[in-house]
Each structure stands twice: as structure tokens, then as C-alpha cells.
């Protein structure tokens, strides 16, 4: 079974600090992903990266920014968080044209 | 371009009725049709998927045909159970343009005994 680790389930940080949220798989797969998700908007795409050291951005990059130096591990950071980065955060990994496999998620606050 | 649409939620319903969750897609090219379900707490993990037209997936009774005419891939099971409540989502992805994953806005589904 392909297993996807998310480094928190549960986060609080004020609003200003760095904050550090760390994917793992362990499937050798390309692709990795990083969503949020917030009640009514369903799952938006901040950031994904093909391969090691590449990365792309999604529908919502702002405040946001990602690092991938090893393929099994995908960080997202919030250079400066803000209240509205209170959510949600799911990483997901893709082999090619197949189906995504998720995390357990985290859920930020910020206060 | 591509995107997906499912019925609003929540839907409520009581343990074994029928269940239906509306998904139609846009899509350009021919897409790959999924669905999530993502439990409370946790992730979203695969349902059911099919790759080309006709094509029925089916997973825990749960079953969803693409329909190609309508482009449409309804999720539907006979008799829910308690353990059914949860969010789902209907997604697509074509692997002939740009391969990324499309998700729909999800649908809460809540069982009562």
C-alpha cells in the first residue's frame, strides 16, 4: 500500500511566524501535490512538483512556497503566516496518469 | 476548460436507502472520471474510477457508470450505512493535456440509524 505521511495532524502558529508543513511517501512516485481545503471551496492546488527540484504552481501559490530535494519528500511554507492560511492542508503523490493518493491532512490555525 | 460539478450537499438520509450523488463533467478531450471519499479526520482516499466511456466502477457497493452522452458519472449505492457518512468528491483528469487531477466541490453525506 502506498503510504503518504503528513508531518502534523494538528497545528497552531501566530500569525508571522514560518511555518513548516512536511510530505513523505514512500513510492517512488514523480508527482506530489500540496491542496487546502476549506468548507465550500472543496480542494484548491497551491504547488506541485514533477521531480525533484521542480516545481509549479497551482491555482493559489500566494504566500506560499514549496521545496522538493529529495523525491520522497515535498514541504510546504508559509513564509509569513497569516490568519486566512487557517485551514486544511492535504499533500498528495501521483505516479503518471494514475490516481492521486492522500495524507491524513493537517489543520493549520493561525492566530 | 475542464471542470466538474456535484449536487451541493448535505444530503441526509437513513440507513439502507438509495443513494444517488450527482457529478457532470467539461472536459475537452477524454478524461479519466473519479471519486474520493474522505472520511471525517482523515484524507481523501479512491472510491471507484473508470477510464473511458461505458465504463463502470464499483467499489464497497458503491457503483458509477461514465456516461459519455451525458457527460455524467453519478455515484449511486443501493442501501447506505452508517459508516457511509462522509464527504465525497467527484474528480477528472486527462492524461492527453495536462494530467492534473480536477475535483469537484465535494458532497456531505450524512447516514442516520
Known amino acids: ?111 | 476548460g475542464d471542470s466538474v460539478t456535484q449536487m451541493e450537499g448535505p444530503v441526509t438520509l437513513s440507513e439502507e436507502a438509495f443513494l444517488t450523488i450527482n457529478c457532470t463533467y467539461t472536459a475537452t478531450g477524454y478524461p479519466s472520471l473519479f471519486w474520493y471519499v474522505q472520511y471525517p479526520g482523515e484524507g481523501l482516499q479512491l472510491l471507484l474510477k473508470a477510464t473511458k466511456a461505458d465504463d463502470k466502477g464499483s467499489n464497497k457497493g458503491f457503483e458509477a457508470t461514465y456516461r459519455k452522452e451525458t457527460t455524467s458519472f453519478h455515484l449511486e449505492k443501493g442501501s447506505v450505512q452508517v459508516s457511509d457518512s462522509a464527504v465525497y468528491f467527484c474528480a477528472l483528469s486527462d492524461m492527453n493535456r495536462d494530467d492534473k487531477i480536477i475535483f469537484g466541490k465535494g458532497t456531505r453525506l450524512h447516514i442516520l440509524p
Open chain 1, 1 to 111: 500500500d502506498v503510504k503518504v505521511t503528513q508531518s502534523s495532524r494538528y497545528l497552531v502558529k501566530r500569525t508571522g511566524e514560518k511555518v513548516f508543513l512536511e510530505c513523505v511517501q514512500d513510492m517512488d512516485h514523480e508527482n506530489m501535490f500540496w491542496y487546502r481545503q476549506d468548507p465550500g471551496l472543496g480542494l484548491r492546488l497551491i504547488y506541485f512538483s514533477y521531480d525533484v527540484k521542480m516545481k509549479e504552481k497551482g491555482d493559489i501559490p500566494e504566500g506560499y512556497s514549496v521545496s522538493r530535494e529529495k523525491k520522497e519528500r515535498f514541504s510546504l511554507i508559509l513564509e509569513s503566516a497569516s490568519t486566512n492560511q487557517t485551514s486544511m492542508y492535504l499533500c498528495a503523490t501521483r505516479p503518471f496518469s494514475y490516481e492521486q493518493y492522500f495524507g491524513p491532512g493537517t489543520r493549520l490555525t493561525v492566530t
